[in-house]
Nanobody
Framework: EVQLVESGGGLVQAGGSLRLSCAVSGFTFDQYNVGWFRQAPGKEREGVSC????????YYANSVKARFIISRDNAKNTVYLQMNILRPEDTAVYYCAAGPGRFWDYSGSYYYWGQGTQVTVSS
């Protein structure tokens, strides 16, 4: 059974950092892309980052590029999202997801979703 469990969210001041973790089970990283999405109140779900199953290539939304880093630890079956220089507009529920789709920032490309973890960035 495929499962994804996010952790690491919390409250942080602007300029601070958090590292989110997505523990995966039921598949291997060569089977599915793993992406991070976020959704803030009143806003559309937004693709944040993705690491590709094919070769580990990484992708980022322009809004987080140069601040966030996605990585994976194959031995631990965990994908991370290191978030640096956080801004209040980064406040959202962050979800990790897995799927085979070719469009990394499209939610329909992902079959499986975690429960989400809240990230709140204060001014």
């Amino acid at each position: 059974e495929v499962q994804l469990v996010e952790s690491g969210g919390g409250l942080v001041q602007a300029g601070g950092s958090l590292r989110l973790s997505c523990a995966v089970s039921g598949f291997t990283f060569d089977q599915y892309n793993v992406g991070w999405f976020r959704q803030a109140p009143g806003k559309e779900r937004e693709g944040v980052s993705c690491i590709a199953s094919s070769d580990g290539s990484t992708y980022y939304a322009n809004s987080v590029k140069a601040r966030f880093i996605i990585s994976r630890d194959n031995a631990k079956n965990t994908v991370y999202l290191q978030m640096n220089i956080l801004r209040p507009e980064d406040t959202a529920v962050y979800y990790c997801a897995a799927g085979p789709g070719r469009f990394w920032d499209y939610s329909g490309s992902y079959y499986y979703w975690g429960q989400g973890t809240q990230v709140t960035v204060s001014s």
